[in-house]
């Protein structure tokens, strides 16, 4: 073949400026073997080798994306694993922390109550008849009519427990 083109072209191809000489002159020698029939064009009949190279790599390709999404998902699901375990420690530990202060509040107000009904348990007869007399007329001296009506009426089921 010697180090001229086994082909005429009726214009002379040059190297692009962008491209290696050693490479344009790889990829014009098998331009030129693939052209078998010398004609400047490569037909289908022509181009079986390296059709099936071409499809081979593109296969490669193809494999190698697989691959790389393959390995992309088991990364995303492996950082999925991880953060859904800190996830759900965070979560049992925020749970806990709020069902111990919700305890904490229970018994909180629970003590608070029971100190309470300890108070009106301990309480005189006058002071019971001065907190019934607010809790019925407010600040107003005496217990007038229509404040106790107002205060029995959600009561009356209570009227036959008064011990007299």
């Known amino acids: 073949?010697?180090?001229g083109y086994s082909v005429s072209y009726s214009q002379q191809?040059?190297?692009p400026s962008d491209c290696d000489q050693q490479v344009f002159q790889q990829i014009l020698s098998l331009y030129d073997r693939l052209d078998a029939n010398g004609d400047h064009a490569i037909e289908n009949k022509e181009l079986q080798a390296i059709a099936r190279l071409h499809i081979d790599n593109?296969?490669?390709r193809i494999k190698r994306k697989i691959e790389e999404a393959n390995q992309g998902h088991e990364r995303q699901l492996t950082r999925i694993r991880a953060s859904s375990s800190q996830e759900m420690a965070r979560l049992r530990e925020k749970?806990?922390?709020k069902q111990k202060q919700v305890k904490e509040d229970f018994e909180e107000r629970k003590k608070k109550l029971n100190e309470h009904v300890i108070?009106?348990?301990k309480m005189e007869e006058l002071e019971r008849?001065?907190?019934f007399k607010?809790?019925?007329s407010g600040a107003k001296q005496s217990i007038?009519?229509?404040d106790f009506y107002n205060y029995m009426k959600c009561r009356v089921d209570d009227i036959p427990n008064i011990v007299w």
């Open 144 to 146: 007038e009519f229509w």
């Open 13 to 15: 191809l040059d190297c």
């Open 129 to 131: 008849a001065k907190k």
């Open 1 to 3: 073949m010697g180090s």
């Open 95 to 97: 749970l806990t922390t």
């Open 134 to 136: 607010a809790a019925v």
């Open 58 to 60: 593109e296969i490669l």
């Open 119 to 121: 108070y009106l348990q």
